[in-house]
Structures are given as structure tokens and as C-alpha cells.
Nanobody
């Protein structure tokens, strides 16, 4: 059975930092690109960042570039998202999703249509107070 389990969300003050984790099981983790998405109330999901399989190329949406860092540990089947300089606009449910389709994550972009991702987690709440 496939699982993607996110953790690390919390309530923090603006300017603070959080480390999110996405722990995977039940599929060949090394072969999959992993994306982090977020969804704020009343808004569509937004692709935030991704890390590819293989060489581990990374991509960040413009609004988080320079503040967020994605990484993966294939030995632990886990992807991390380090978030610095948080603002209230970063408040959302953050979730990870996995796709095995080639080129869906690269340093120039990521596929943001969640229908293209085979697996996704339930999410973890990030709330940033002003």
C-alpha cells in the first residue's frame, strides 16, 4: 500500500522557519519525482517546489525562491522542505505528491496538474501569523 505522509507543519510567526517532511512507502521512491504543493482556503493548489529522481534537480516557484529549499534522502524515502522567511502568504496546507513521468520535474519547471501525479499525501497545516 502506498503512503505519503507529511509532517512538520505548525503555527509560526512571520520571519520564522519550518522543516516539512514527506515520508514515502509502498512504491519505488528513487524512481519518482516528488513535488510539494500548497493549498490555501478558497484557492487552487499551487505547485511550490519539486525534486527530480536521478540527479535530484530542483525547481522553485518564484514566490518561494531563495527562501525554501527542497531535498531528498533516498535512503530514508523522504523529501524535505526547509522554509525560511515565512510570511502570512505562505499559510496553507502543504502536501507532497509523486510522479514517475519523465521530465515532469526539472530545474526549469514542474508539472502542477495534480492529475498527473500518481500519489499524494493528506497534507500538513502551516500557519504564519503576522
Amino acid at each position: 500500500e502506498v503512503h505519503l505522509v507529511e509532517s512538520g507543519g505548525a503555527l509560526v510567526q512571520a520571519g520564522g522557519s519550518l522543516n516539512l517532511s514527506c515520508a514515502a512507502s509502498g512504491f519505488s521512491f528513487d524512481d519518482y519525482h516528488i513535488g510539494w504543493f500548497r493549498q490555501a482556503p478558497g484557492k487552487e493548489p499551487e505547485g511550490v517546489s519539486c525534486v527530480s529522481n536521478g540527479h535530484g534537480s530542483t525547481y522553485y516557484v518564484q514566490s518561494v525562491r531563495g527562501r525554501f529549499t527542497i531535498s531528498r534522502d533516498n535512503a530514508k524515502n523522504t523529501v524535505y522542505l526547509r522554509m525560511n522567511g515565512l510570511t502570512p502568504e505562505d499559510s496553507a496546507v502543504y502536501f507532497c505528491a509523486a510522479t514517475g513521468v519523465p521530465y515532469y520535474c526539472a530545474n526549469y519547471g514542474m508539472v502542477v496538474n495534480l492529475r498527473e501525479y500518481e500519489y499524494r499525501g493528506q497534507g500538513t497545516q502551516v500557519t504564519v501569523s503576522s
